[in-house]
C-alpha cells in the first residue's frame, strides 16, 4: 500500500532517446528555503496579482513595516466552549485589542464580547460544526458571506483536516470560501487543524500548507515544527502563521516565535500561550518585539518578567 504522505513524484518513463544520466529521476528535494521568494510590487508573499481590495485587507493583517502580523486567536469556544482564559472574553480579550494586529474570533463572540468601536481588522472564523465531543473534522461553512461582510471581516478562516476522516468535505470549506471571498475581495486563512493520527512534523504540514495555498488560499496557519520547518515556508507560496498551541512556559512561547520566524514565518496566530500567560499584556508585547523587530527572545522575556514585578507592585 502507498503511503499517502509520500509526495515523491514517481519516476517518469525514461524516453527512449534520453540519455541515460538525465533520465535517473532525482530524489533530492530542492526547496532553496535562503533564496527570498520574489514578490514584486507588493510587500506580501504571493499577493503581487491580487485586486485592491484583498490587498488592503492584508495590509491591514500583515504590518507593511515588518511584513509580519501579530494575530490574538480566541476561537477556541467554538470547539471547546469556555477554555481557560476566555471563561470571559470581556474581561480577558478587551484588554489585549490595542496591543495586537488582528483578532480571530466567531461572530457569536464578536458580536457579544468585542465593542464595535474596535477598528482592528477581524479574522472571522467560518468554519463550524463540530466539537470536542465528536469527529472535529466534520465541519461545514457556517457564516454566510453576507454576514462576514456585515460584520467586516479582513479575512475568513476555515479549519482544513489534511488526511483527516472529513479531507473532502473541509477541502470543499475552503474553496467554497475562496470562491465566496473573491467575489467581495475577503482573504481567506486557511487553518491547517491536524489530527490526532497526525505527525506535526515538516513532511506532513508542508504537504497541508501547500495544498491549501494550491486551491487559493491567501494565507496558511500551521504549526512550529523541528526539524525543517524552513522548508515548509519555503515550499508555501503564500505568508504562513504559526499557532502556539498548548500552553509553553512563556519563554519557550517566545523562543517558538523567534524560531518561526527566522525560518520563514509571517508572524503568529497565538491564542492560549498569550491569553493563558501569568501577565497577557506582556505577552503580548513580548510576541510582538520577537515577531515584528525579531528581537531576541530572552530580551523579551526579560522585558516580561520585568513588567510582571511591575505589575505585582500594583
Ligand atoms: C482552535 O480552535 C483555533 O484554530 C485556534 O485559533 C488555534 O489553535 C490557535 O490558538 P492556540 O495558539 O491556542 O493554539
Not at 534520453?18 to 535517473?24: C, I, L
Not at 507593511?64 to 472574553?89: C, N, W
Not at 496557519?221 to 500552553?247: L, M, N, S
Amino acid at each position: 500500500m502507498p503511503d499517502p504522505l509520500d509526495t515523491t513524484p514517481s519516476a517518469p518513463t525514461p524516453a527512449a532517446s534520453a540519455p541515460a544520466a538525465s533520465a535517473a529521476p532525482s530524489t533530492s528535494k530542492a526547496f532553496a528555503p535562503d533564496v527570498p521568494f520574489e514578490t514584486p510590487g507588493y510587500f506580501l508573499r504571493g499577493a503581487a496579482n491580487l485586486d485592491w481590495g484583498l490587498k488592503n485587507r492584508l495590509a491591514r493583517i500583515f504590518q507593511p513595516r515588518s511584513g509580519r502580523t501579530v494575530m490574538l486567536a480566541f476561537d477556541h469556544g467554538y470547539i471547546m466552549g469556555p477554555t481557560t482564559g476566555l471563561e470571559r472574553i470581556d474581561l480577558t480579550i478587551a484588554p489585549l485589542i490595542d496591543a495586537v494586529d488582528v483578532l480571530m474570533c466567531t461572530r457569536g463572540i464578536l458580536r457579544t464580547c468585542i465593542p464595535p468601536t474596535c477598528t482592528k481588522p477581524v479574522a472571522l472564523r467560518v468554519s463550524a460544526g463540530a466539537t470536542i465531543l465528536r469527529e472535529l473534522s466534520r465541519e461545514h461553512i457556517g457564516v454566510e458571506i453576507e454576514d462576514a461582510i456585515r460584520l467586516d471581516a479582513a479575512a475568513m478562516a476555515v479549519q482544513v483536516y489534511v488526511g483527516g476522516e472529513y479531507e473532502h468535505a473541509t477541502l470543499a470549506n475552503l474553496t467554497q470560501t475562496i470562491d465566496a471571498g473573491l467575489r467581495y475581495g475577503i482573504p481567506t486563512l486557511g487553518v491547517t487543524a491536524v489530527g490526532r493520527e497526525m505527525a506535526r512534523d515538516a513532511r506532513y504540514l508542508g504537504l497541508a500548507c501547500r495544498v491549501i495555498a494550491e486551491l487559493g488560499a491567501h494565507y496558511v496557519k500551521t504549526y512550529y515544527c523541528e526539524p525543517d520547518f524552513e522548508q515548509v515556508t519555503a515550499a508555501c507560496p503564500v505568508p504562513i502563521v504559526i499557532a502556539g498551541g498548548k500552553k509553553l512556559p512563556e519563554l519557550d512561547a517566545l523562543k517558538m516565535c523567534y524560531k518561526a520566524v527566522q525560518q520563514g514565518a509571517a508572524g503568529v496566530d497565538m491564542g492560549r500561550n498569550i491569553f493563558q500567560a501569568e501577565n497577557p499584556l506582556a505577552m503580548v508585547a513580548a510576541v510582538n518585539t520577537v515577531v515584528h523587530d525579531l528581537t531576541p527572545p530572552a530580551d523579551a522575556y526579560a522585558a516580561y518578567q520585568e513588567a510582571c514585578f511591575e505589575a505585582s507592585k500594583s
